[in-house]
Nanobody
Framework: QVQLVESGGGLVQPGGSLRLSCAASQSISRAYAMGWYRQAPGNQRELVAAITSGGNTNYADSVKGRFTISRDNAKNTVYLQMNNLKPEDTAVYYC????????WGQGTQVTVSS
C-alpha cells in the first residue's frame, strides 16, 4: 500500500503561480510513472502531466508551456509547478503513482479566480 499526500493548492488570481507537491510513503524510484490529474465539476478526470522513472515527461496540450512536472526521488516527492494560471485550470488535482497497481492521493483544490 502506498499513501500519497498532495499539498500546495489554494486560491490564486489569473496569471499567478502555484506549486503542488505529492509526498509518497514509499520510494517513488520504483514507480513506473508518477502523474498529476485534475477533475473539474461535471468533467471527467484528465491527465495533466506525467513523468516516467526514466525522467520522460508528457503534458496535456492545454498546459504545455505553463506547467512543469518534476520528481525528487530522495524525498519521494513529485511536484507540479503551475505558471500563468487560467480560470479553466480550476479543479481538484490528484497525484497518481503507477506501481504494479495504481494509487491515488486525496486531491487538492486549485481555484483560479479574480
Amino acid at each position: 500500500q502506498v499513501q500519497l499526500v498532495e499539498s500546495g493548492g489554494g486560491l490564486v488570481q489569473p496569471g499567478g503561480s502555484l506549486r503542488l507537491s505529492c509526498a509518497a510513503s514509499q520510494s517513488i524510484s520504483r514507480a513506473y510513472a508518477m502523474g498529476w490529474y485534475r477533475q473539474a465539476p461535471g468533467n471527467q478526470r484528465e491527465l495533466v502531466a506525467a513523468i516516467t522513472s526514466g525522467g520522460n515527461t508528457n503534458y496535456a496540450d492545454s498546459v504545455k508551456g505553463r506547467f512543469t512536472i518534476s520528481r525528487d526521488n530522495a524525498k519521494n516527492t513529485v511536484y507540479l509547478q503551475m505558471n500563468n494560471l487560467k480560470p479553466e485550470d480550476t479543479a481538484v488535482y490528484y497525484c497518481n503513482a503507477r506501481f504494479a497497481i495504481g494509487y491515488w492521493g486525496q486531491g487538492t483544490q486549485v481555484t483560479v479566480s479574480s
